[in-house]
Nanobody, 120 residues
Framework: QVQLVESGGGLVQPGGSLRLSCVAS????????MGWYRQAPGKERELVAT???????TYADSVKGRFTISKENAKNTVHLQMDSLKPEDTAVYYC??????????????WGQGTQVTVSS
């Protein structure tokens, strides 16, 4: 089993910054990719940013130039630096890890979510 623990959410004013972190632990054989998704009230969960084992990154158009995803391989940790935050960034942010737990067995794992609120 794989466990994800997120941290770093909170309340911030528009234009401010927050840094989210997610640590993966458990029966991890190899991580394929790590990422962040978010879900605002009344909306579907959407991709924010991902980073794969080759350090390739993808971002939602709405966060390009403002958010930066990075990872620390030795610590199975992924970070999301969020700058120039806007009220529309308000959502519950979920960490996602796609990992092999064996030679051929892989799954998607999710964190419990951390609330980010951007408001004055």
């Amino acid at each position: 089993q794989v466990q994800l623990v997120e941290s770093g959410g909170g309340l911030v004013q528009p234009g401010g910054s927050l840094r989210l972190s997610c640590v993966a632990s458990g029966s991890i054989f190899r991580i394929i990719a790590m990422g962040w998704y978010r879900q605002a009230p009344g909306k579907e969960r959407e991709l924010v940013a991902t980073i794969n084992s080759g350090q390739a990154t993808t971002y939602a158009d709405s966060v390009k130039g403002r958010f930066t995803i990075s990872k620390e391989n030795a610590k199975n940790t992924v970070h999301l630096q969020m700058d120039s935050l806007k009220p529309e960034d308000t959502a519950v942010y979920y960490c996602n890890v796609r990992a092999y737990t064996g030679v051929t067995d892989w799954n998607d794992y999710w964190g419990q979510g951390t609330q980010v609120t951007v408001s004055s």
